[in-house]
């Protein structure tokens, strides 16, 4: 009798022993994450090494992301631009600037819907004008100044008479075509928008 209640209490303790090191059915077993130093995109890692060579390749949409290391300030990956960040300018051959000049029709968009109508002409990296600023019928006489750089057109537009005005930061495409974003203030107002427009034409002698 003593030797068979001794054969059971070393069973039950090597049951015990065998649970102990197989763990709990249930156990749920967490994956590492990757430290700081880790970049966490392999795509991060093989454009450094020079694996692409064709710098439009679909893969790279991550190509300057480390995915796991996050900006305590932003809140993002380090190499993700910040907000309003836009791409380098262009260049254009000969020239340095884009032309700007012409007749152009822009619509501009936030909380209501605009349509601008512009007469530009350009004297080196300057550009000014007039035209007119459509808004529920009504009709507006507009004065324009600004900058051309490379590709990027900063423009002024201001209604006459008032104390508005359009800060327009714009991109002219090859294409006769320009886009982009601006900032409407007036007194008490502050509105951000997106622009579109196109080339009607040559300038219109006025």
Same mark, same amino acid.
């Given at each position: 009798?003593?030797?068979?209640?001794?054969?059971?209490?070393?069973?039950?303790?090597?049951?015990?022993?065998?649970?102990?090191?197989?763990?709990?059915?249930?156990?749920?077993?967490?994956?590492?994450?990757?430290?700081?130093?880790?970049?966490?995109?392999?795509?991060?890692?093989?454009?450094?090494?020079?694996?692409?060579?064709?710098?439009?390749?679909?893969?790279?949409?991550?190509?300057?992301?480390?995915?796991?290391?996050?900006?305590?300030?932003?809140?993002?990956?380090?190499?993700?631009?910040?907000?309003?960040?836009?791409?380098?300018?262009?260049?254009?051959?000969?020239?340095?600037?884009?032309?700007?000049?012409?007749?152009?029709?822009?619509?501009?968009?936030?909380?209501?819907?605009?349509?601008?109508?512009?007469?530009?002409?350009?004297?080196?990296?300057?550009?000014? +004008? %007039?035209?007119?600023?459509?808004?529920?019928? @009504? $009709?507006?006489? #507009? !004065?324009?100044? /600004?900058?051309?750089? *490379?590709?990027?057109?900063?423009?002024?537009?201001?209604?006459?008479?008032?104390?508005?005005?359009?800060?327009?930061?714009?991109?002219?495409?090859?294409? +006769? %075509?320009?886009?982009?974003?601006?900032?409407? @203030? $007036?007194?008490? #107002? !502050?509105?951000? /928008?997106?622009?579109? *427009?196109?080339?009607?034409?040559?300038?219109?002698?006025?």
């Amino acid at each position: 009798m003593g030797s068979r209640a001794l054969f059971i209490i070393f069973a039950l303790i090597g049951c015990l022993v065998c649970g102990a090191i197989a763990g709990p059915k249930n156990q749920i077993v967490e994956s590492q994450f990757p430290g700081e130093n880790m970049s966490g995109s392999g795509i991060h890692q093989e454009v450094g090494a020079g694996v692409y060579t064709n710098q439009d390749d679909a893969s790279l949409s991550f190509r300057n992301e480390s995915l796991f290391v996050i900006r305590k300030d932003t809140g993002m990956s380090p190499n993700v631009p910040d907000k309003g960040v836009r791409t380098p300018v262009k260049i254009v051959p000969g020239l340095g600037v884009a032309p700007a000049a012409g007749s152009w029709s822009l619509t501009l968009t936030d909380v209501a819907t605009r349509n601008l109508r512009l007469n530009l002409a350009q004297s080196g990296d300057a550009v000014f +004008g %007039s035209g007119e600023l459509l808004e529920n019928g @009504t $009709a507006t006489q #507009v !004065t324009v100044g /600004g900058t051309v750089l *490379g590709d990027r057109l900063a423009l002024f537009v201001v209604p006459t008479g008032s104390q508005n005005i359009y800060r327009l930061s714009l991109t002219l495409k090859p294409s +006769g %075509s320009l886009d982009g974003d601006y900032v409407f @203030t $007036a007194p008490g #107002v !502050t509105q951000p /928008g997106i622009a579109f *427009g196109q080339l009607a034409g040559p300038a219109v002698a006025s």
